[in-house]
Nanobody, 125 residues
């Protein structure tokens, strides 16, 4: 139902813009809060940001605050994650997911119903 894209190889200090879009017109994108997660090799999947569908409220994980901006384009049924000043520790597979979590629990993977396939971000030092 969801497709994440935009990953790639970038040098430290560089930027990437990830996109999350629906792969089918039958998916009601605006019915869901969209979260971004990442999973580095050997680590658990962690939530880094979300944008709520009802009011556009946003949350960020502390390690990415100030470097990451999430936005939503309802007309295009897409959510974007602009990532700036990327560092090697940001290297991970990034996933988007759709669900209805409360904002304080946006990072709980079990609260999301649909997941994209992931896009790899590699940051070289």
């Amino acid at each position: 139902q969801l497709q994440a894209s935009g990953g790639g190889l970038v040098q430290a200090g560089g930027s990437l813009r990830l996109s999350c879009a629906t792969s089918t017109s039958r998916f009601r994108f605006d019915d869901y809060t969209i979260g971004w997660f990442r999973q580095a090799p050997g680590k658990e999947r962690e939530g880094i940001s979300c944008i709520r569908n009802s009011d556009g409220r946003i949350s960020y994980e502390d390690s990415v605050k100030g470097r990451v901006t999430i936005s939503r384009d309802s007309q295009k049924s897409a959510v974007y994650l602009q990532m700036d000043n990327l560092q090697p520790e940001d290297t991970a597979v990034y996933f988007c997911a759709a669900g209805r979590p409360v904002l304080s629990a946006y990072d709980q993977t079990t609260l999301y119903y649909y997941w994209g396939q992931g896009t790899l971000v590699t940051v070289s030092s």
